[in-house]
């Protein structure tokens, strides 16, 4: 056995004891999984949340493909200590033949389990019911005499072949294969598979570099990187039809709505980036021949990608940053062109954590340290200059979330001091919130609108906060002005403001999806709110591509900048998107293939545009990054130069 089959197995360990601990945070039911959990550990919500999708396309495949071949057999390659041949049993399917293929050791280990639970051992000792064995996927006329003379599987019944993050981990040649073979083998079948995609993004560097430091790398990723290639091997050796989905479509059309809003409600989240990376970066895909159909339906195409313009970068430069963090605000200085940043999440001494600090970046990306202060360790507030006072102004964020931060924070730039107001929304001040878009409406007024709350609901609300003028020994003070509420709750959005409009960019709405409309203008002219009113733009040619957690910059020449992002309905991360806003048509720039030793992953980071040169214009990016599900927390150590 090589070292990178052991490795293999060491997965499973800990995969089972991340899915128990999301059943017993009441994800979703299994009885049996404590069974085979011999250590179990406490996991993250965003972990939790992985868990539960994967378990959720994987119960639909079998829904749906025991509802039409009850009288079936089903084989599990790389089974692990899957449990669902219990549950399937517990729920009466009893005409399934079901048979489990793994590593030696592993098929040992299970068994001693089942064993020592007299349950479990009732079940899998039914007359024709269950078959636990070892073998090599790799060697194909040894499987064969095991599944067809030791076993007596029956090639032409109906079959349901699973590799549940298994194949993946095969060499390219025998996977591809395996893949043939069971076509050629089976005459009715649907071939399940739930795996990796997309190597070449920044999350998918992270989530490569993951398994190459476990020493099972992905073998076949970046062979079929994407749903297209998926498709085309599944076609092209032997099976009749295919359908794919990544999880985020999974999600958004085949969960019920009712059971995604139980879900949302079990714990408190603020991950969203981390969890639809991952989901972006999986696949369910079914694969049938013969009288058997795909479990999975055809997809509804709901955007295709050759709607959107793309076009290379000019360039793309990473050059070393100390700016290790995410969720932080900045504005730009008044100084050199530098920037301000101001908390959010990274690396400490004593470990990752919220951090307490003002610094001052430079475009060369040194820093200076200007002042730390416990009141500043917030996450997904917003920041702002007010250049008449020379004071910072923050405002809102959460340090967890659960706890919603509205109050006011002036730091006086000059004597690196801060002072603090707070209020009540029944004074007059808007609900506490964190991941709200904000822009600087001159001289002194700062927008405020949506965001997430105390309940972790997107706001609807809007607000302008006016910072009244002060001596300069005096602390200053506010009026909160209430503007024209959204069509509906969005955060993670952005606002800017351009031509005395606000124009609010992307989002995430309730439903946990981008935004739509991406874009929305209102005037700011009017002293009533009921006299604003938000339009959507009407584009001539596509609209950006959908996407949250970005940054949106205005140049004097008239156009809005959308930089990075998240996006759950776009089979690419977010690349630069130039906006005419005099014209209402875009140009999407797509982000060049990542390096797997310097990943940048573009949210939940800062932006500022450079000097403008005859041949482009620069866009710079400080800090960002994301926790990746399983693989860790990755924070850019890079700050990135663009040029488009």
């Given amino acids: 056995m090589s070292s990178s089959d052991v490795q293999v197995q060491g997965s499973n360990d800990w995969s089972i004891a991340s899915k128990l601990s999301t059943v017993t945070a009441g994800y979703y039911k299994d009885s049996f999984i404590s069974c085979f959990a011999q250590k179990p550990a406490k996991r993250s919500s965003l972990i939790h949340r992985g868990y539960y999708v994967r378990a959720k396309a994987m119960h639909y495949i079998f829904e749906k493909f025991l509802s039409q071949y009850a009288k079936s057999q089903i084989i599990s390659f790389g089974a692990g200590f899957d449990t669902s041949f219990f549950m399937l049993r517990q729920q009466g399917y009893t005409q399934c033949q079901y048979v489990e293929i793994d590593f030696p050791d592993v098929v040992a280990k299970k068994w001693q389990l089942i064993k020592n639970h007299p349950y479990c051992a009732e079940l899998a000792a039914e007359k024709n019911a269950y078959q636990l064995v070892a073998a090599d996927l790799r060697n194909l006329p040894s499987l064969t005499k095991l599944l067809f003379e030791e076993l007596s599987l029956n090639p032409l019944l109906p079959s349901l072949l699973i590799s549940e993050c298994a194949i993946t981990y095969m060499d390219e040649t025998s996977s591809s294969k395996l893949i043939e073979w069971c076509a050629g083998t089976f005459s009715n079948a649907v071939f399940a598979v739930y795996e990796q995609i997309r190597p070449s993004d920044g999350f998918g560097r992270v989530m490569q570099q993951h398994f190459i430091q476990l020493s099972i790398p992905l073998l076949s990723l970046p062979i079929y990187p994407n749903q297209e290639c998926q498709r085309?091997?599944?076609?092209?050796?032997?099976?009749?039809?295919?359908?794919?989905?990544?999880?985020?479509?999974?999600?958004?059309?085949?969960?019920?709505?009712?059971?995604?809003?139980?879900?949302?409600?079990?714990?408190?989240?603020?991950?969203?980036?981390?969890?639809?990376?991952?989901?972006?970066?999986?696949?369910?895909?079914?694969?049938?021949?013969?009288?058997?159909?795909?479990?999975?339906?055809?997809?509804?195409?709901?955007?295709?990608?050759?709607?959107?313009?793309?076009?290379?970068?000019?360039?793309?430069?990473?050059?070393?940053?100390?700016?290790?963090?995410?969720?932080?605000?900045?504005?730009?200085?008044?100084?050199?062109?530098?920037?301000?940043?101001?908390?959010?999440?990274?690396?400490?001494?004593?470990?990752?954590?919220?951090?307490?600090?003002?610094?001052?970046?430079?475009?060369?990306?040194?820093?200076?340290?200007?002042?730390?202060?416990?009141?500043?360790?917030?996450?997904?507030?917003?920041?702002?200059?007010?250049?008449?006072?020379?004071?910072?102004?923050?405002?809102?964020?959460?340090?967890?979330?659960?706890?919603?931060?509205?109050?006011?924070?002036?730091?006086?730039?000059?004597?690196?001091?801060?002072?603090?107001?707070?209020?009540?929304?029944?004074?007059?001040?808007?609900?506490?919130?964190?991941?709200?878009?904000?822009?600087?409406?001159?001289?002194?007024?700062?927008?405020?609108?949506?965001?997430?709350?105390?309940?972790?609901?997107?706001?609807?609300?809007?607000?302008?906060?006016?910072?009244?003028?002060?001596?300069?020994?005096?602390?200053?003070?506010?009026?909160?002005?209430?503007?024209?509420?959204?069509?509906?709750?969005?955060?993670?959005?952005?606002?800017?403001?351009?031509?005395?409009?606000?124009?609010?960019?992307?989002?995430?709405?309730?439903?946990?999806?981008?935004?739509?409309?991406?874009?929305?203008?209102?005037?700011?002219?009017?002293?009533?709110?009921?006299?604003?009113?938000?339009?959507?733009?009407?584009?001539?040619?596509?609209?950006?591509?959908?996407?949250?957690?970005?940054?949106?910059?205005?140049?004097?020449?008239?156009?809005?900048?959308?930089?990075?992002?998240?996006?759950?309905?776009?089979?690419?991360?977010?690349?630069?998107?130039?906006?005419?806003?005099?014209?209402?048509?875009?140009?999407?720039?797509?982000?060049?293939?990542?390096?797997?030793?310097?990943?940048?992953?573009?949210?939940?980071?800062?932006?500022?545009?450079?000097?403008?040169?005859?041949d482009g214009t620069k866009i710079l990016c400080w800090g960002g990054g994301s926790p990746c599900f399983s693989f860790g927390t990755h924070l850019n150590n890079v700050f990135v130069e663009i040029k488009i």
């Fill in 232 to 614: 085309n091997r599944y076609l092209r050796r032997g099976w009749s039809s295919c359908e794919i989905y990544d999880i985020n479509e999974f999600v958004r059309q085949l969960v019920p709505l009712d059971e995604l809003n139980r879900m949302r409600k079990l714990e408190t989240f603020d991950e969203y980036e981390g969890f639809n990376e991952k989901c972006s970066h999986y696949v369910i895909l079914t694969a049938a021949k013969g009288i058997c159909t795909t479990p999975l339906p055809p997809k509804e195409q709901e955007i295709k990608d050759n709607l959107f313009v793309t076009t290379n970068p000019i360039s793309w430069q990473l050059k070393e940053s100390s700016i290790q963090r995410y969720g932080q605000a900045g504005c730009p200085s008044l100084v050199n062109g530098s920037m301000w940043i101001v908390g959010g999440f990274g690396a400490r001494p004593q470990g990752h954590g919220r951090l307490d600090d003002l610094i001052r970046v430079h475009r060369d990306g040194t820093t200076e340290l200007q002042l730390k202060n416990k009141r500043l360790a917030r996450m997904y507030h917003s920041l702002h200059l007010i250049e008449p006072i020379s004071r910072l102004v923050i405002y809102g964020g959460r340090t967890h979330p659960a706890m919603a931060l509205g109050d006011v924070g002036f730091i006086d730039i000059k004597n690196n001091e801060t002072e603090w107001l707070e209020g009540q929304p029944e004074n007059g001040w808007p609900e506490p919130r964190w991941r709200h878009a904000s822009s600087i409406i001159p001289p002194c007024g700062i927008f405020v609108g949506g965001g997430c709350g105390r309940q972790n609901n997107p706001l609807t609300d809007c607000w302008v906060m006016r910072v009244l003028p002060v001596s300069k020994s005096e602390t200053p003070s506010v009026n909160w002005e209430p503007f024209v509420s959204l069509p509906s709750g969005r955060h993670s959005a952005t606002a800017s403001y351009w031509q005395n409009l606000i124009v609010i960019s992307g989002g995430l709405d309730k439903s946990e999806m981008t935004s739509q409309p991406q874009l929305l203008v209102s005037n700011t002219g009017y002293s009533s709110s009921s006299q604003q009113k938000w339009i959507e733009p009407e584009w001539h040619g596509p609209p950006p591509i959908p996407r949250y957690s970005h940054q949106a910059l205005i140049t004097a020449d008239n156009r809005l900048i959308l930089v990075g992002g998240i996006s759950t309905c776009h089979t690419n991360s977010p690349g630069v998107c130039v906006i005419d806003l005099l014209k209402w048509t875009c140009v999407e720039y797509t982000l060049p293939i990542q390096d797997i030793k310097q990943p940048v992953i573009l949210a939940s980071f800062n932006a500022q545009l450079g000097e403008e040169e005859k």
